[in-house]
């Protein structure tokens, strides 16, 4: 296993640029400034307790790729991981992860904090609700998502608010060295790595890369990444396609994905290359957003 070159770092960059040098050629980056003014680089625990009220999210337990639900007051959650930090107990793991949680539709007084919201690096197919395709992870120091590619096949900006996450990123070409385990979760670990195991994991190259508050990762279409929180950490991402990448998706059923992927897809190539407008698409999406494949 070679490690690559490391990610770039860029602090100015426009929706041309970035398009033109990133997503065109399938290449990660890390996005610095364009955060700056957001309310939300100050939100910590107590303050998402006074917005939570009596809303109850489902937390995961154990291990993300196949782990149980559990519904948990949000206000309960957030009192245990402010109780781990101050405590040092290395009960982390009966906490469980907020994981991929759509939180602007539970608390949609939340988006106000997030704002300028760089929308047009994304297409505009999703501007006038892209609030309604964020999910959501908070969860405490040691949170960690398995090695995998987000599922439909979509691109991914990440949006660290606060805390910090290394992420380690394998190249959609390498997935045939990564023993993936049903659709889009790998077996290997490349944190911890075990050759004997999964000797052709060592033809891997690997990028990793800290993400602290204020910075955006943008992960290419279907790069494998394994993300492990190095603190208390709160972010969200946006998943998001272009009409290839959509387009690509629904014949990935053909190539091991579930056939609900190609339905998802399909709504989502009939909204970003036929045209079909985002509002009378949403409703077909909504469950996606609480789909976990």
């Known amino acids: ?42 939100w910590d625990n107590e303050y998402l307790k006074t917005m939570a009220k009596d809303i109850s999210l489902a937390i995961k337990q154990g291990d993300v790729s196949n782990g ?17 930090e101050f405590t040092n107990s290395k009960q982390k793991s009966k906490i469980g992860y907020l994981h991929d949680t759509p939180l602007f539709s539970y ?39 398995p090695l995998h590619f987000d599922t439909l096949g979509t691109h991914n900006l990440f949006f660290q608010i606060s805390g910090k996450k290394e992420f380690t990123l394998i190249p ?17 670990d490349p944190s911890n790595p075990d050759f004997d195991t999964y000797p052709l994991a060592r033809k891997t190259t690997p990028t990793s890369v800290i993400i602290q508050s204020g910075d ?47 339905y998802y897809n399909l709504m989502l190539y009939l909204g970003l290359g036929i ?8 409703p077909r999406l909504k469950s996606y957003m609480s789909y976990v494949s």
């Open 1 to 42: 296993m070679k490690k690559n070159e490391s990610i770039e770092y860029v602090n100015s960059i426009t929706p041309e640029e970035f398009h033109n040098c990133y997503v065109k050629n399938g290449k990660p980056v890390v996005i610095q400034g364009m955060m700056d003014n957001w309310k939300a680089l100050s």
């Open 68 to 84: 149980n639900l559990k519904s948990i007051a949000l206000k309960d959650y957030l009192d245990s991981i402010t109780k781990i």
């Open 107 to 145: 608390i949609p007084k939340l988006v106000e904090d997030v704002t300028p919201f760089p929308k047009e690096f994304i297409p505009n197919w999703y501007w006038s609700n892209w609030a309604n395709y964020v999910q959501f992870f908070i969860g405490p120091k040691d949170s960690i998502t």
């Open 172 to 188: 959609p070409e390498q997935r045939k060295f990564c023993y993936m385990n049903s659709w889009r979760w790998s077996k290997f």
């Open 216 to 262: 955006i990762l943008y992960i290419p279409s279907y790069t494998l990444h394994h993300v492990r929180s190095l603190s208390n950490s709160i972010s969200f991402n946006i998943d998001w396609h272009t009409s290839s990448s959509a387009r690509k998706g629904i014949w990935s059923m053909f190539k091991g994905a579930p056939y609900k992927n190609a």
């Open 275 to 282: 045209g079909v407008p985002e509002p009378t698409i949403y």
